[in-house]
Nanobody, 123 residues
Framework: QVQLVESGGGSVQPGGSLRLSCAAS????????IGWFRQVPGNEREGVAC???????WYKQSVKGRFTISSDNAKNIMYLEMNSLKPEDTAIYYC?????????????????WGQGTQVTVPS
């Protein structure tokens, strides 16, 4: 059974940093495409960073240079390092995995989801 569990969210002042973790079970991250998404209540879920099984990475334009997606295949954990956080980064962040190896950025193309973790950057 595939399971994804996020951790590491919280509240941080503008300019601060957080590292989100996503522990995966039931599959190995190095054979799946994985991604981080976020959602603000009332808005659609959007892609933030996605990585294919062979290491091709996509970032949402507004997070380029500030966020870094990575995975520790030995531990079956994926990460989202977030630096220089801004109030507009406030959202619930989700990790996701999809069957298939290429990069996809649409939430509907991911089959497995974590429960989400709140990130708050007050203005």
């Amino acid at each position: 059974q595939v399971q994804l569990v996020e951790s590491g969210g919280g509240s941080v002042q503008p300019g601060g940093s957080l590292r989100l973790s996503c522990a995966a079970s039931g599959f190995t991250v190095d054979y799946y495409a994985i991604g981080w998404f976020r959602q603000v209540p009332g808005n659609e879920r959007e892609g933030v960073a996605c990585i294919s099984s062979d290491g091709i990475i996509w970032y949402k334009q507004s997070v380029k240079g500030r966020f870094t997606i990575s995975s520790d295949n030995a531990k079956n954990i994926m990460y989202l390092e977030m630096n220089s956080l801004k109030p507009e980064d406030t959202a619930i962040y989700y990790c996701a995995a999809r069957i298939g190896t290429d990069v996809r950025t649409a939430p509907g193309q991911y089959q497995f989801w974590g429960q989400g973790t709140q990130v708050t950057v007050p203005s």
